[in-house]
C-alpha cells in the first residue's frame, strides 16, 4: 500500500497545513469569523490537543504549523465546528450573498448541510528537519507582504509572527521547537 502524499500520518510531529475556504471567498476579511478561528485555537490548545508553532490567517485561507497525538481528528473537528461558528454569524448578520456563494459552491455529495465553509482535505506536510520547519514558518509569516497588506511580518494581527520576533502574539506558540 502507497503513502499517500497528504495524509497526517505521524501527527505527534509537527505538520504544515493550510485550511482554505471554498471558492476562494473573503470569509476572514470579518473579524468576528478571524476571532472563531483563534478562539478554537485557543481551546484546543488549552486542552492539550495542539500545539502550534506557527500560523497565519488570510482572507480566504489559514496556514498552520502544529501537532497534536491525533491530528487529523483534531484538525477535522476544528474545520467543523469553526464552519458551523462562523455560519451562525454569517446567518446573524443578515450576510445573505456570501451565504449564497458559500452554498454555490458546496460539493454536491455533502447532502447532509446546506452549506460547505472549508475546502475538503488540509493537504498536510510533514516537517521533516530544522531547514523545512524554518521555511514554512518564514513561508507562513510572509504571506501578509507577499498580498500586499503589510510591509513588515509582525504588523499582520492574525500571525505568530510577532512570536517569533520577541513579541506577544494572540496565541500561545511553540517556538522552542529546536
Same mark, same amino acid.
Given at each position: ?6 495524509? &497526517?500520518? @505521524?501527527? @505527534?510531529?509537527? /505538520?504544515?497545513?493550510? *485550511?482554505?475556504?471554498? %471558492? ?9 469569523? +478571524?476571532?472563531?478561528?483563534? @478562539? ?8 492539550? !490537543?495542539? +500545539?502550534?508553532? +506557527?500560523?497565519?490567517?488570510? !482572507?480566504? /485561507?489559514?496556514h498552520l504549523i502544529a501537532s497534536g497525538e491525533n ?19 454569517? #446567518?446573524?448578520?443578515? !450576510?445573505? %450573498? ?15 448541510? !446546506?452549506?460547505?465553509?472549508?475546502? #475538503?482535505? *488540509?493537504?498536510? #506536510? ?11 514558518? #518564514? ?5 501578509? &507582504? ?19 520576533? %520577541? @513579541?506577544? %502574539?494572540? $496565541? ?5 521547537? $529546536?
Amino acid at each position: 500500500m502507497t503513502r499517500d502524499r497528504y495524509k &497526517i500520518y @505521524e501527527g @505527534e510531529n509537527p /505538520h504544515f497545513i493550510t *485550511c482554505t475556504v471554498v %471558492g476562494w471567498l473573503p470569509i476572514f476579511s470579518r473579524p468576528k469569523a +478571524a476571532q472563531i478561528v483563534l @478562539e478554537s485555537f485557543s481551546y484546543l490548545q488549552g486542552n492539550g !490537543e495542539i +500545539a502550534l508553532y +506557527a500560523y497565519v490567517i488570510m !482572507e480566504n /485561507h489559514i496556514h498552520l504549523i502544529a501537532s497534536g497525538e491525533n491530528l487529523s481528528n483534531t484538525i477535522a473537528r476544528f474545520k467543523s465546528f469553526t464552519a458551523r461558528q462562523i455560519v451562525d454569524y454569517l #446567518e446573524m448578520n443578515g !450576510e445573505i %450573498g456570501l451565504l449564497a456563494q458559500i452554498k454555490k459552491h458546496k460539493l454536491s455529495h455533502k447532502t447532509d448541510r !446546506e452549506y460547505q465553509l472549508w475546502q #475538503e482535505g *488540509c493537504h498536510p #506536510e510533514m516537517i521533516r528537519d530544522d531547514a523545512m520547519m524554518r521555511q514554512k514558518i #518564514e513561508y507562513i509569516h510572509y504571506n501578509p &507582504i507577499r498580498r500586499g497588506y503589510v510591509n513588515d511580518a509582525v504588523h499582520w494581527r492574525y500571525s505568530s509572527a510577532r512570536d517569533y520576533a %520577541g @513579541e506577544k %502574539g494572540l $496565541l500561545d506558540i511553540k517556538t522552542d521547537w $529546536l
